[in-house]
């Protein structure tokens, strides 16, 4: 096997522990993007669920449309 400067700086770094260690986990870390994301989804969903219902809501009501607004006074009625 030759002993290039790469090949054993390979093997140093498989065989020596890592220098500082790692004061969180990995799977610490995973886990709390994923509680980040999924929370992230979660109010995402809410406001897109209240901006469908805000909108919604007057279309099945009527509210918006042709005809929604009461036909303005003509000045002959008023005086």
Request: avoid cysteine.
């Amino acid at each position: 096997m030759d002993r290039t400067p790469l090949r054993t700086h390979f093997e140093r770094a498989v065989t020596d522990p890592p220098a500082a260690p790692q004061l969180v986990p990995r799977a610490v870390r995973a886990g709390q993007r994923l509680v980040r994301r999924r929370r992230f989804t979660a109010a995402t969903a809410s406001a897109l669920a209240l901006a469908v219902i805000a909108v919604g809501v007057p279309f099945a009501t009527g509210g918006f449309g042709i005809g929604s607004r009461p036909a303005p006074e003509s000045p002959a009625r008023a005086a």
